[in-house]
């Protein structure tokens, strides 16, 4: 199956050279020069990396990358005009996987691409069918035999580590070190228990009687293996 690219630049020289340079019988190109264009494209299509250009004339691609993360976990390599740092920093805090600065070697570029493919491949397993519900967190959508369930990213990074981890008893320190990477500091004490119980609202039937998600008292919660 062929990996599909889409190229957002509005250079359309560059845009075609980005193509050219990397064309490769496993790789099926969409270019556009526009973030509307790309919108239409993302919508319609199951693309496996985006090339964006930081500067287009309908917006800016830092803004449209936090667009993108609101329902997609696609890579995003910024194409950045100068090596501003302030806008490489911005791009990858809302979301972009890497950027590139102009102008670029070619074979800087392909290594990039072919970096952000490889990470994608070794997350390919980012579905989980288990106990009637089906988790596909790359494109951020849960069901619970067969209806959608609307989780905030707390709830998804929560939900994840415990059904990787299903049948082991997760101590609280080790999620919250886990689910608020970085952030542990400016986390309330009850920040945990908030999280689980509005998981438990959204997954469980009874939540009195967890099936699922069960407290382990004094330590922590486990995703039960025969929930």
Known sequence: ????????????????????????????????????????????????????DVNLPDGNGIDFVREIRKNSQVPIILLTVNNMEVDIVTGLEAGANDYITKPFSLMVLRARVSVQLRNKEATANNSMELNGFEFYFDKMEFFKDGEPIELSKTEQKLLRVLCENRGKVLKREYLIDEVWQGDTEFVDAHALTVAVKRLRDKLEDDTQKPEYVKTVYGIGYTWAVNG
């Open 1 to 52: 199956m062929s990996e599909k690219l889409l190229i957002v630049e509005d250079d359309k020289k560059l845009n075609d050279g980005i193509r050219l340079a990397l064309k490769n019988d496993a790789y099926f190109f969409y270019q556009c020069r526009t973030l509307q264009e790309a919108r239409e494209i993302l919508k319609k299509e199951d693309i496996t990396l985006v090339l964006l």
